[in-house]
């Protein structure tokens, strides 16, 4: 996700915070690579000569100047900064009505059907009440068959009364959903290619006749400048309450995410990150520019790495990693490397989000690393190349030779076969965050 505007963004803020001093010519230099990457993203030319100058404006503030580490602190405006851009507090649905009501706009192929699917699907688990989705995408006879498909692979119902007129339809879908209890009615609208008028009043009918409490824009994340117009004319139509972005799995460079908020005023509630039915996330603002600029306490993590870790060792391990060729024998001297880290319990609360995933509470023993040391050193340079040799006499050797038992080195061979698994993952870009 923005990989080459998150590297950007970070080298420029890596940079300053090395300085010592700021002056306003250090300053300038670091806005200018910081304008660039945001321009190089997509990001809008008007959002990003407002974050540039708020950006500005606050760095060159008395504070800064006065402030023991400048460097440090002005790392902090841009994070606070590019927070506010992406929202500042995370917003909620308004859930309020009975039944509560979403509407979700677009452009054709920018997600509706899909997420709204999602979004019943994650109502329903979230807060195990009862979702109806509402077909009201009349002119294409596949749109409906997809949401059906949909519902029905979720078990959740669709309404749908054809190619009727979809005001008569959302109408009429409110008053079932009252008379049956449902808790959310979900409509799915057409789109089109471009913005239409005709659609536009269309979906202003719908808005007016029904009064949603959410009505959502939901945008690709993939298209570029092109996406801006699109946001504008529904924002300019339509009263909005959300956004959500999808396809952000994808090769998105992050300008519309990030230019989204700024140009509705609405927030970003939600993120589509897989073609699944499952792969729908809330919107945090703060995690996802910690996300962007790659930081939380990561940076002093890596500090502390560069700082103790053999660069040219650690190159040649990365790239046996990327490779798929990593074995016991380099796993060996990443544990050296490891050890010259100090304590783990240290490192991992370093984690940004550590707290909330427990890893501040969690204990390593270090006469665990000690164990594994131990049997990784009782096998042969061989076994440590080609562990797939390892059967049951070569184990009891090495369980022997290292004072452990036989299900020890089971348990790290197996550990080992995951670690395998999570670095492939890793290289083919399937690992999420868990931030
Ligand atoms: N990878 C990915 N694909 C998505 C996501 N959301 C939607 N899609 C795909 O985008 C395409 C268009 O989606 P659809 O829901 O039909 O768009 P609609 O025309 O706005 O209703 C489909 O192939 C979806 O599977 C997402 O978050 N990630
Ligand atoms: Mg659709």
Redesign the pocket.
Same mark, same amino acid.
């Given at each position: 996700m923005f990989e080459s505007l998150g590297e950007r963004l970070q080298n420029a803020v890596h940079k300053i915070k090395g300085y010592g001093k700021i002056t306003e010519e250090n300053i300038s230099e670091m806005m200018r690579e910081i304008r660039l990457a945001l321009l190089e993203a997509d990001v809008n030319y008007k959002v990003v000569k407002e974050f540039i100058n708020n950006v500005k404006e606050k760095a060159l503030g008395e504070e800064v100047q006065k402030s023991l580490k400048p460097g440090e602190l002005f790392v902090k405006i841009v994070k606070d900064e590019l927070v506010e851009l992406l929202g500042g507090e995370k917003k909620d649905l308004n859930l309020n009505g009975n039944p509560a009501k979403l509407m979700l706009v %677009?452009l054709?192929?920018?997600? #509706? /059907? /899909?997420?709204i699917a999602k979004l019943a699907n994650m109502l329903r688990k979230k807060y195990h009440k009862k979702p109806l989705l509402v077909a009201c995408d009349v002119y294409r006879p596949a749109a409906i068959d997809?949401l059906k498909q949909l519902g029905k692979q979720l078990n959740i119902e669709v309404y749908d009364e054809g190619n009727n007129n979809p005001v008569d339809i959302s109408n009429n879908a409110l008053k079932y959903a009252k008379e049956n209890n449902y808790d959310y009615v979900l409509i799915d609208t057409a789109?089109r290619l471009h913005i239409d008028e005709t659609l536009m009043d269309e979906l202003e009918n719908i808005q007016k006749s029904i009064m949603p409490e959410e009505t959502i824009l939901?945008v690709d994340s993939m298209t570029g400048q092109d996406a801006i117009n699109v946001i504008e004319g529904f924002n300019n139509k339509l009263k909005l309450t959300g956004a959500i972005l /999808? #396809?952000?799995?994808?090769d998105t460079r992050g300008g519309v995410a990030l230019s989204v908020r700024h140009l509705t005023n609405v927030p970003i509630k939600f993120i589509?990150?897989?073609?699944k039915l499952d %792969?729908l996330e809330e919107f945090y603002p703060d995690r996802m520019a910690t996300r962007i600029l790659g930081m939380g306490d990561i940076m002093s993590m890596i500090e502390k790495a560069e700082s103790v870790i053999d660069e040219k060792e650690a190159m040649e391990t990365a790239k046996k990693m990327q490779q798929g060729k990593f074995d016991l024998e380099d796993f060996l001297t990443q544990l050296n490397q490891i050890k010259k880290l100090g304590p783990l319990e240290n490192l991992l609360k370093l984690i940004p989000g550590a707290s909330k995933m427990g890893l501040n509470k969690v204990k390593i023993n270090p006469k665990d690393m000690a164990h594994i040391e131990a049997i990784v050193l009782s096998m042969t340079p061989y076994e440590r190349r080609h562990p797939e040799v390892l059967k049951a006499s070569r184990k009891v050797r090495i369980a022997k030779g290292s004072g452990r038992s036989v299900e020890e080195v089971n348990k790290l061979l197996k550990q080992f076969e995951e670690m395998k698994k999570m670095m492939k993952m890793m290289k083919n870009g399937n690992l999420k965050m868990p931030f």
């Open positions: %677009g054709q192929g920018s997600g #509706k /059907t /899909t997420t997809q789109g939901v /999808t #396809k952000l799995d994808g589509g990150v897989s073609e %792969g």
